[in-house]
């Protein structure tokens, strides 16, 4: 399935229906007077979160809503019946913005929430609502209202505990395929990553948290280059970042260099990316020159108080404990209920 993150579509709710001018014509009845019914409501244009999507993809290829219009009214005090009301699901984390101006007019993060976006036209009142003792045979009703109308764009932000960031080649893919059921494409080649993948990890007791992996980020990403700039606001929802790093590389790459430049890049984007939770993981530690090459990072960010978890995604070396870790920022102190 495709992997699509944000979408533009036309919406457009009910009319309402006309009301009826209509008169009692029965023998025996003589100036039965008016009994032109009502016309119905126009329908709504809602928006519900589904537990089922994790893309946009649908709307991308039916980029046209309309919900029904309401039917008109009809003689016998008939009123028309109702029209139909489009039922949009989208995943949960969708932004609703007004295409034009940009303005949010909702942003579904609950599960199964749900918000009427745009409301179907009232119904015509037919003649029988406008019999007086004045004005006994009104020969006019009303027209239906039309329904509302707007182009709008939903951008889709992955809800996820953990987001995984990096230089492209760093191992994101590999951890988050170690200790999840997800199976992103791994290869040896930058950006083999294309699309933010989603794993649950499944903790101690039968506790898991969601965690994201992001296309690997370069310098200029916040700008438009490479992949990950498509998806830096995926970031914007998780409550800390794994920032992986690469040492096999030295001294050909500087990790401290690129581990600067994806922090600006943040900072770039979104001030408040930049002020998230951190934790360095140094990935491939069962290369024993990576093991060496620890030994010149590790007082950078032990100057800087922040945390540092060498682990192997290959063995498995290290990976328990920043699971504890992990566990630690999402619920607190163990218990008993862990």
């Avoid at 009910?14 to 009845?29: L, M, P, Q, T």
């Avoid at 949960?92 to 918000?115: N, W, Y």
């Avoid at 239906?144 to 080649?169: F, H, N, T, Y």
Wanted: proline share 6%.
């Amino acid at each position: 399935m495709s992997f699509i993150d944000e979408v533009k579509i036309y919406l457009k709710s009910g009319d309402g229906g006309a009301g009826c001018v209509s008169f009692r014509r029965e023998k025996f009845i003589p100036l039965g007077g008016p009994d032109g019914g009502d016309g119905g409501k126009g329908g709504d244009v809602v928006f519900k979160v589904s537990s089922h999507l994790s893309t946009l993809l649908d709307l991308r290829q039916h980029p046209h809503q309309k919900a029904g219009r309401g039917r008109n009214g009809m003689g016998s005090d008939r009123h028309g019946a109702n029209g139909e009301t489009k039922e949009i699901l989208v995943p949960r984390g969708t932004v609703i913005k007004d295409a034009e101006t940009g303005e949010i007019l909702a942003d579904l993060t609950e599960p199964d929430s749900c918000i009427v976006l745009l409301k179907g036209g009232r119904g015509g009142q037919g003649n029988a609502r406008f019999k007086t003792a004045t004005h006994k045979a009104p020969k006019f009703a009303q027209p239906g209202e039309p329904g509302e109308e707007r182009w709008i764009r939903l951008e889709l932000k992955l809800m996820a505990d953990v987001g995984l960031l990096g230089m492209p080649s760093v191992g994101k893919s590999s951890l988050i395929t170690k200790i999840s059921a997800a199976r992103p494409k791994i290869a040896e080649y930058h950006f083999t990553t294309l699309k933010p993948n989603l794993g649950v990890v499944k903790y101690k007791n039968y506790r898991s948290f969601v965690m994201a992996d992001i296309p690997g980020l370069i310098e200029g990403a916040s700008e438009g280059a490479g992949l990950g700039h498509r998806f830096l606001k995926h970031l914007e929802r998780t409550g800390q970042l794994l920032h992986l790093l690469d040492l096999s590389w030295m001294p050909d790459r500087d990790p401290i260099a690129e581990y600067e430049a994806i922090n600006r890049e943040l900072a770039l984007f979104n001030p408040e990316l930049a002020e998230k939770r951190q934790t360095v993981v140094i990935n491939k530690i069962d290369l024993p020159h990576v093991k060496e090459n620890l030994k010149q990072v590790l007082p950078y960010f032990e100057e800087r108080g922040i945390k540092v978890f060498p682990i192997s995604a290959a063995t498995g070396e290290g990976i328990p404990e920043l699971l504890d870790d992990i566990a630690l920022n999402l619920w607190g102190e163990p218990d008993e209920t862990w």
